[in-house]
């Protein structure tokens, strides 16, 4: 039953990543599709460890690391143009890696707040749901001990899962005026669809 939730718990983290790395992309969101990434591959080399495949635990341990301090940040941020913006990304990724563990929590801290920020998103009560969910799952889950039988590392990952799913159905977006960009067109093609089917 053990091995069932640990593995299960991880690959259903692993999906709502994958799901939302698609929504990234398609979205022209690199660098969140990035965070995504990065999380699901922390989930899928658990749930592979979890499996029973000892080789993968180094692998898991280093990439949930890298997943810890960056991919918040990564999620946080919407698409981006210039050269200097990018390099900008990349330099404070690198120093997230060796700053001390209260400045990473402190960095994820502010990633929560950009992504629950009103106006980032379609749906803003997804949007700060799966902040309070993510927030939740770190600062009052964890991942030692059990809670009514449960392994809290389980409850933690499923949290996680459900934080992204949330972050799915916000459809995060960059700023505000791209979202307003974003629904004009979807308006527009509608009042098209509309035109059409009236002259037919």
Not at 76 to 94: F, N, T, Y
Not at 131 to 143: E, R
Request: glycine content about 12%.
């Amino acid at each position: 039953m053990s091995l069932f939730l640990h593995v299960g718990a991880e690959m259903l983290l692993f999906t709502a990543c994958a799901v939302a790395l698609y929504c990234s992309l398609r979205a022209g969101h690199g660098w969140r599709a990035a965070g995504f990434a990065l999380m699901g591959v922390a989930a899928l080399l658990g749930a592979i460890e979890y499996a029973g495949v000892d080789d993968a635990s180094s692998a898991h341990a280093a990439v949930a690391q890298l997943s810890a301090r960056l991919s918040l940040l990564l999620i946080a941020i919407g698409p981006l143009a210039g050269l200097g913006r990018h390099l900008l990304v990349v330099g404070l990724a690198a120093v997230l890696l060796v700053v001390p563990e209260p400045v990473a929590l402190a960095s994820n801290a502010l990633a929560l707040l950009a992504i629950a920020y009103r106006g980032r998103s379609a749906h803003w009560a997804l949007a700060i749901s799966g902040a309070l969910l993510f927030l939740g799952a770190g600062l009052v889950v964890g991942t030692q001990g059990s809670w009514l039988a449960i392994p809290r590392v389980d409850i933690f990952h499923l949290s996680l899962a459900v934080a992204v799913s949330a972050w799915i159905g916000a459809r995060l977006s960059g700023s505000g005026a791209e979202l307003g960009h974003s629904e004009g067109r979807l308006e527009a093609a509608r009042q098209a669809k509309t035109a059409e089917s009236s002259r037919v």
